[in-house]
């Protein structure tokens, strides 16, 4: 049984998910979504989950394994991808990973150990009281390695990484001494005017299929709209349009500035990683499988 692992990512918007469906067809591959946020069920069109009909029949695994209610930690997301891999491999068939969760990826391809750290709710009320970017100073201090990768407008996540380095004094990121895998990674290489362009394509799409809809949806089943906006891009600015704090132009404006920006740290965290092969296009990336297979 080969121990072979194609990661393919990329920022978000750049087709991540067409491309590896048609890669997983060619290569009899499944694949294993890295998304912080499709993991939870609900959340299709704000999270921009590859549907049933884009699947292909290419089996896809960790959509979809969560309820919003409960967080889901990075340490979940580790255990059951690693079970899926071994799942798909045992059936002879190549596994790829895809998506663009840059510290997920991470956490399965370098087998971070993920700090086992009890949640402080003494410091965490504290901490609550706080705006993003005072938590993002206090991070850079306690941190400034962690603070270079984290989202800074997530204040769940920056909460939680003080937590830890509170704890630990620096929240480690302790990878195996031996890699897992050999390991394929493909970034899709997009310009910043074309990415832009895509962003905003599909923003409207989905805008046209219903995300407003969705999150009024998640609102019912009972999610509070502070856990909404955690969840940061779209439904951070619906929740917002929906509370009536902006009004619908303004919402279509921030998540599309916005995912310009989620972009932009998406490629300096994945700039970083001198393993990834650059492509442009689905035979570039075919090439290279052909030879790493």
């Known amino acids: 049984m080969s121990n072979k692992l194609i990661v393919i990512l990329g920022p978000t918007a750049s087709g991540k998910s067409e491309l590896a469906v048609k890669l997983a067809k060619k290569f009899s591959g499944e694949i294993v979504s890295v998304d912080s946020r499709q993991v939870y069920k609900g959340m299709d069109i704000g999270t921009a989950k590859v549907t049933k009909k884009e699947r292909q029949g290419i089996l896809h695994y960790l959509l979809d394994v969560s309820s919003p209610k409960r967080r889901f930690t ?36 370098d087998g ?12 965490r009320r504290g901490l609550e009281k706080k705006s993003a970017p005072e938590l993002f100073e206090m991070l850079k201090k306690l941190d400034p390695q962690r603070s270079k990768t984290i989202e800074k407008k997530n204040k769940r996540r920056l909460i939680r990484a003080i937590e830890i380095a509170k704890e ?4 480690p990121s302790l990878s195996l001494p031996h890699p897992r895998f050999e390991v394929l990674m493909l970034g899709i290489k997009k310009s910043p005017e074309e990415l832009r362009e895509k962003i905003r394509e599909r923003l409207l799409k989905r805008l046209k299929i219903g995300m407003v809809a969705e999150v009024k949806k998640l609102r019912k089943s009972g999610l ?14 619906i929740a917002q349009y929906l509370q009536k704090k902006i009004n619908y132009q303004e919402m ?24 990834i ?17």
């Open 112 to 123: 971070i150990v993920i700090p086992k750290v009890k949640p402080n709710w003494n410091l």
């Open 168 to 171: 630990l004094g620096t929240v």
């Open 74 to 109: 990075v340490a979940q997301y580790q255990k059951l991808a690693l079970k899926a891999i071994k799942k798909i491999q045992k059936k002879n068939k190549i596994p790829f990973l895809v998506g663009g969760s840059g510290f997920y990826i991470q956490a399965v391809v």
């Open 224 to 237: 509070s709209w502070s856990r909404l906006e955690e969840f940061g891009l779209e439904y951070r600015f």
């Open 277 to 293: 092969r650059w492509i442009k296009n689905y035979s570039e990336a075919e090439n290279l499988l052909k030879k790493f297979l």
């Open 252 to 275: 279509v404006e921030k998540i599309q500035k916005e995912s310009e920006h989620f972009a932009k740290r998406q490629m300096t965290w994945f700039k970083r990683d001198k393993r």
